[in-house]
């Protein structure tokens, strides 16, 4: 019978998949645009630029989303469920006490970052705070810390690495293609085979970016999953962050502040609440599992309507 630990195991596999086939794609994009201008050299640069720019942006992570967002400190005196929520959790967990931020905002909403688990930040909008019993917040909260605790910030940097520099090397073949670059391999004994490579090359880099924000995304699904029951398991009652995701769905205006480059980090859609049901392809691009799916997870129930 599936509990939250087999969805636990479950979508940690899942994520080391995704993060496989991400690899094979940036191999074999790798591989033919280095077979088509026969320079290694093109393929240390992209990689090194597209390192350098994503793992700065970690590095500030925390500095830019709380910037982004509107983010203030959160005071013991001013917010003491969600600080002492926050604190009895994070004992818990063995983590040890993120800073706490609130957004002024009435939509309700939490997300964690901040580059490793002694840099973290935990921030939690006033409609969360005003709308959540103490026993949802704590799932909530709970959910967050399992972020931290999962190491979701440094997935995400991976993953973020990866799209970067798939794009990178797609369009600057693409690129150079269009403007007529004549730097690609001559193939004297296989002109035929060549010929093929390069389309079945070409295709590949033009698929490849919508793969690789795919893949981006799905893996973005899947640690929500991660989160939701890691969280559950620590609170030891996965009713009350299933009772807070129905709440926080129910509230469909988006945040004031709502904002693509942060989104994924939030523990629901910033733009408001998707809809119940929703298409195969539309899934394919959400930041976030469907909730009524997450609270089929969480606590086994049917919620369709």
């Known amino acids: 019978m599936a509990s939250l630990y087999t969805h ?28 088509y201008y026969q320079s290694p050299a093109i393929l240390y640069i992209a990689v090194i630029f597209s390192i350098f720019m994503n793992v700065a942006s970690y590095w500030w992570s925390d500095k830019l989303v709380l910037a982004l967002t509107g983010a203030k400190p959160a005071s013991r005196e001013a917010f003491f469920d969600l600080y002492t929520v926050t604190e009895n959790l994070s004992i818990t967990a063995g983590l040890p006490m993120p800073k706490l931020y609130v957004i002024n ?14 840099h973290a930040v935990v921030a939690a909008t006033t409609g969360l705070l005003q709308m959540l019993e103490r026993n ?7 959910h967050e810390l ?47 085979i ?7 090359g ?28 890691s969280g559950a398991l620590l609170t030891r009652y996965p009713d009350g962050l299933a009772s807070a995701l129905r709440k926080i769905a129910q509230y469909n205006r988006p945040m004031q502040r709502a904002n ?26 959400m930041t976030h599992p469907p909730v009524q799916d997450r609270i089929r997870a969480l606590v086994g129930i049917n919620e369709s309507h």
């Open 8 to 35: 636990q195991s479950a979508n940690v596999r899942k994520t080391w998949l995704l993060m496989s086939l991400f690899f094979i794609i940036i191999i074999a994009l790798g591989w033919f645009v280095s077979y």
């Open 105 to 118: 905002d009435p939509a309700p909403n939490a997300f964690a970052t901040g580059r490793n688990k002694e």
């Open 136 to 142: 949802e917040l704590e799932g909530v909260i709970a």
């Open 146 to 192: 399992s972020h931290i605790g999962n190491k979701d910030m440094l997935v995400s940097t991976v993953v973020v690495v990866l799209v970067g520099f798939v794009t990178l090397l797609a369009d600057f073949f693409l690129r150079s293609m269009h403007w007529g670059g004549s730097g690609g391999r001559s193939d004297n004994n296989g002109g035929r």
């Open 194 to 200: 060549g010929g093929i490579l390069v389309l079945i």
């Open 202 to 229: 070409i295709v590949l880099t033009i698929l490849s970016p919508i793969i690789a924000t795919l893949i981006q995304l799905a893996i973005s699904r899947k640690r929500e999953f991660l989160a939701d029951a």
């Open 260 to 285: 693509n480059a942060t989104a994924h980090l939030f523990i629901s859609n910033p733009f408001g609440s998707e809809k119940s049901k929703t298409n195969f392809f539309a899934r394919m691009f």
